[in-house]
């Protein structure tokens, strides 16, 4: 039900803060109808119901751009960003010191996957795995997190407990699984890599464990920032092959070379944004030197002694030290240098590789992503891809008009939560021979491919989705 009052009930202070709502919104230009983008070809796509009578359950192949706009209406109508973060700066500030610990409340239980190489991945599940009354066709949203974040990040909670949530409390009644990456969100650093924008054998190996757990339930994608660049490079490389059946990539940095740029050359981002995120991942690595220290052969080692002397790090600097080394595995790694991993790691050249419905949302006074693959045009898109700008919102932030302090909301919940229902209950994917997965020597992995494999190891239990990595700033 609504919470606005009848006319006649209003109070004066009501009017007098509606005028200034609007007389904002019309000054900062914030009534904001997403720009939509599509290649000139776009994708067929067999759904389960009518587009024109949804109550008819008949097979029926239409055009990407006709699901979406039938669909998710929340991409056709206005987004109009709170009154008092009427700019991306104050978006994205807000991402960091705003209060989110009474919204969006969710818990988890906790699965340690070690890896191949030695690694370790954490898979945060909602609700538990051994949840009775979900069906094991349950479709289940597995999402990626940003550059130094995981479960407990306000964005990622934003999407999951109403995804989560059971329908008769107006969610949708799905799973979710988060990949925190390794050496973040509690996860423990086990072996002396990292990882990185481009490194997508992680992602593949978490696919892996989650799809031979539910092996009849749809997969469906949701990356942030970093996470949503790795998510678009794994559905880019795996084309038709693909365990995930459609994806959602948010904030995505693209072009990561020209966005670095972008924030090198200005000394506002270079001093704000790229110091913040430098720092965020400075003290990533600060929680997790006694790994870094039980393998002194590691060449990185003497990198991080001098990193860590220094007063201030930028993102360039990181990744210029420490990611272009230990941020995969090799080969591609190690990289000359940071210029180079920016290349290769770059989603906005692939998109037309993807074979799945690929949903991406950005915003146009994005301060940490400027640079977008549709400044260009349309060409470079491929068929399978949906690309939603903003002219408002700055990065992983969204907040709309409605919003307070205790109760902020964020707009890109309700396309992403509509793309979900979409492509999770009515999309019919394609027929698939996947691999064959074994176990061996204790590792869950693909015949024929001896380079991903995983076994559940120690640890885990339950994780509260509000508590974040002591010292680190939460929302970027």
Aim: hydrophobic residues 40%; aromatic residues 8%; charged residues 20%.
């Amino acid at each position: 039900m609504s919470s606005a009052k009848p006319a006649h009930t209003r109070t004066p202070f009501d009017i007098i803060l509606a005028i200034m709502t609007s007389a904002l919104g019309w000054l900062f230009g914030a009534h904001d109808i997403p720009e939509l983008v599509y290649a000139p070809t776009v994708a067929s796509i067999k759904t389960r119901r009518s587009l024109e009578n949804p109550d008819k359950t008949q097979v029926e192949e239409v055009s990407l751009r006709d699901l979406v706009e039938k669909r998710c209406p929340s991409l056709h109508n206005t987004f109009t960003p709170a009154w008092w973060l009427p700019s991306g700066h104050l978006q994205t500030a807000y991402c960091v010191v705003g209060d989110f610990s009474r919204v969006d409340k969710l818990e988890y239980e906790r699965t340690l996957l070690q890896t191949l190489d030695g690694g370790t991945l954490g898979l945060d599940f909602a609700p538990s795995p051994t949840e009775p009354h979900l069906r094991e066709d349950t479709p289940i949203v597995v999402v990626l997190h940003g550059l130094t974040g995981g479960s407990h990040e306000s964005y990622v909670r934003a999407i999951l407990a109403p995804a989560c949530a059971p329908p008769d409390q107006g969610g949708l009644g799905y799973r979710a699984v988060v990949v925190n990456f390794r050496g973040c969100a509690g996860v423990p650093l086990t072996s002396p890599q990292l990882y990185s924008a481009g490194h997508t054998d992680d992602i593949r190996t978490a696919l892996l464990y989650i799809s031979h757990l539910y092996p009849t339930a749809p997969l469906l994608g949701v990356g942030f920032s970093l996470g949503a660049n790795v998510l678009t490079r794994y559905l880019a490389q795996e084309g038709e092959s693909s365990r995930l059946m459609s994806g959602c990539a948010i904030a995505c940095p693209w072009d990561l070379l020209a966005n670095s740029l972008r924030l090198r050359n200005s000394w506002w981002r270079r001093h704000i944004y790229s110091k913040a995120l430098g720092g965020n991942l400075k003290g990533l690595l600060k929680l997790n030197l006694a790994t870094f220290e039980a393998h002194p052969e590691a060449k990185v080692n003497v990198d991080i002694q001098a990193i860590m002397k220094q007063s201030s790090t930028t993102l360039h600097d990181f990744d210029n030290t420490i990611t272009r080394q230990v941020g995969g595995s090799s080969p591609p790694f190690p990289f000359p240098c940071a210029d180079d991993y920016y290349v290769w790691a770059s989603s906005h050249r692939i998109l037309g590789d993807v074979r799945v419905p690929h949903l991406c949302l950005n915003a146009k006074d994005d301060p940490i992503v400027g640079v977008l693959p549709t400044d260009q045009g349309a060409d470079g898109l491929g068929p399978w891809i949906v690309f939603g700008t903003t002219k408002k919102g700055g990065h992983l932030a969204w907040f709309e008009e409605g919003s307070s302090a205790e109760h902020p909301h964020r707009w890109f919940h309700r396309p992403t939560l509509e793309w979900l229902r979409t492509m999770g209950e009515e999309v019919i994917p394609p027929a698939q021979v996947l691999p064959e997965v074994r176990e061996v020597d204790g590792y869950l992995k693909e015949v024929g491919n001896e380079t991903i494999g995983c076994k559940v190891v120690e640890g885990g239990g339950h994780v509260v989705g509000i508590e974040g990595e002591g010292g680190l700033m939460a929302g970027l």
